[in-house]
């Protein structure tokens, strides 16, 4: 979120095609169920930043629009081949 509290960035992963054809941006409410704060520090040139970000490893404490988050959930698709 910005200084001004008018601008903020989420990002999801783990989310399958449908959530985009879903989320309205700008416009969805997003609730946040159990969220963990942590605050990022990082080092350029011999300053310091730091940011606060909400941290939410679990998909089904988010709601978007009223609907879990897990509901959009992609799998993970594992490939594999042995060669002998």
């Known amino acids: 979120m910005d200084h001004d509290g008018k ?5 999801f992963y783990n989310v399958g095609k449908t959530f985009l054809e879903t989320i309205k941006f700008s416009v969805s409410n997003v609730v946040i169920i159990e969220p963990n704060l942590k605050i990022f520090k990082f080092e350029i040139n011999n300053k310091i930043y730091e940011y ?6 679990n998909l089904s404490k ?5 609907k879990y988050l897990m509901n959009f959930a992609s799998s993970a ?6 060669f002998n």
């Open 62 to 66: 988010v709601l978007i629009d009223g």
């Open 77 to 82: 698709l594992v490939n594999s081949k042995f």
């Open 52 to 57: 606060p970000c909400i941290q939410v490893s």
């Open 7 to 11: 601008f903020f960035c989420l990002s």
